[in-house]
């Protein structure tokens, strides 16, 4: 094995690597598209009112104990019900094992440990493309990964037949496959229903075992219901209506409240097991337990002290549902802006995927050259593979962006 002395360095993270390039860029237009974090119509970061105020309350009644391992009981019921929905998850309460997480990336964390060890995959198929750290979380857990193809950038939609055809081909019993519940990141492209119903079919068949990561819930549409649909009806037909003899393992659901909560360096999350109806949840929760006792012992406390006070609140959680509305409503204005200009300018190309794809990022076809001069010339940011975090558009530079991809798609 290779002496810890002989590591070689390792490149640095691509989006955390340009953010620093654009700080250190003295350019008074530049204009950052790269963070998946939200900005408000001047380009700030936005603490949200409902969050406002729960600190607000929280302040008064400050409380710096340990939680217990699993994290806050409370937090952790909101947390459920927000996911599979308040009737869903009093069904089905028994079978599902729940943990507080370092936030999403810790909620896949903890599905890789835990499945690695009790599962035992031969492989994890992850989306292509995908959120860059499903590859380096997996790997880490020492389980192989392979890609499905996910996206096609001819129709710019979902790739249903090549997705399909790699699991029934290559998917093998107890393997896992990585699917986003909602605003897939980098593409912003989901499922439809239809789409979704066909795909369940082969995961049931094959029994195949899921982990729905659920960064984007509310975020992406303001519906917090509409985008736990597919994580629900998955929930449905692969638990709550399987046969009594059924096979299929289960399925879990790494859950962030960094985006729907603009909470993003407070680190709440949670990690939810489903297990099939005759079985109880009971042995996975222990040992999800063992697992956060010995990497950080007891998770953090304030952020989920904000979330359950929000959540917990009538009047902060309808000020909550105001917020979602804000950030969704000027996400997809900003689209429909965006578009509306490339159009207008006469910008060779089909735009409308701009304004028809979800949440936070748009994959807009942009060429890496292209992206490169975008850069150099104009000092606008996204990453080489033309994603661009549609929050860092505002009536301010929106103009601007969209002169500039005039000029370098030519
Ligand atoms: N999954 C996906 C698909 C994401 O886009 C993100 C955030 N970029 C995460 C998980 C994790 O985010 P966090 O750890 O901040 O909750």
């Not at 292509?128 to 790997?139: A, D, F, K, L, R």
């Not at 802006?337 to 936070?360: C, F, N, P, V, Y």
Request: with cysteine; net charge negative.
């Amino acid at each position: 094995a290779r002496q810890y002395l002989d590591i070689p360095v390792a490149p640095a993270d691509l989006a955390f690597g340009l953010m620093a390039d654009f700080d250190a860029d003295p350019h008074p237009h530049k204009v950052s598209l790269i963070a998946g974090a939200y900005r408000d119509e001047n380009g700030l970061p936005w603490v949200l009112p409902s969050v406002k105020e729960a600190k607000a309350y929280l302040e008064k009644n400050p409380n710096h104990e340990y939680l217990g391992i699993a994290g806050s009981p409370t937090f952790i019921k909101h947390a459920q019900s927000l996911i599979f929905g308040v009737n869903l998850s009093e069904t089905i309460k028994t079978h599902i094992a729940s943990i507080q997480t370092v936030s999403g990336t810790g909620a896949n964390h903890m599905a890789a440990l835990f499945l690695a060890k009790h599962l035992r995959p031969q492989r994890v198929f992850i989306p292509s493309p995908t959120w860059v750290n499903h590859e380096s979380i997996w790997t880490m857990a020492g389980v192989p990964h392979e890609e499905y193809p996910y996206y096609s950038s001819d129709t710019h939609s979902v790739d249903m037949g090549g997705m399909l055809n790699t699991l029934e081909t290559k998917a093998e019993l107890n393997d896992v496959v990585i699917l986003q519940a909602c605003a897939h990141n980098p593409t912003g492209v989901d499922l439809s229903k239809a789409q979704w119903e066909e795909l369940v079919h082969v995961i049931k068949r094959k029994n195949l075992f899921v982990v729905f990561d659920s960064a984007y819930q509310g975020f992406a549409t303001g519906d917090v219901d509409g985008d736990a649909w597919a994580v629900r009806y998955f929930v449905e037909q692969l638990i709550l209506n399987a046969e009594s003899d059924a096979t299929h393992p289960g399925l879990c659901i790494a859950q962030s409240f960094s985006k729907n909560f603009g909470l993003y360096g407070e680190r709440i999350g949670a990690f939810h097991l489903v297990v099939p109806r005759h079985f109880s949840s009971q042995g996975a929760q222990s040992e999800l337990m063992a697992i956060a006792r010995s990497e950080y012992s007891n998770p953090p406390r304030f952020g989920t002290s904000i979330v359950q006070t929000v959540l917990g609140d009538d009047h902060l959680r309808s000020q909550w549902q105001e917020d979602l509305n804000t950030m969704s409503a000027r996400i997809k204005k900003m689209r429909h802006e965006l578009r509306r200009r490339l159009e207008k300018l006469g910008t060779a190309g089909d735009w409308a995927h701009i304004e028809s794809q979800i949440g936070m990022f748009s994959y807009t076809g942009l060429s890496r050259q292209q992206v490169e001069r975008l850069r150099n010339e104009f000092h606008i940011y996204l990453l080489p593979s033309g994603r661009v975090s549609i929050c860092g558009l505002n009536e301010g530079n929106v103009d601007y962006v969209a002169r500039a991809i005039g000029e370098v798609v030519g």
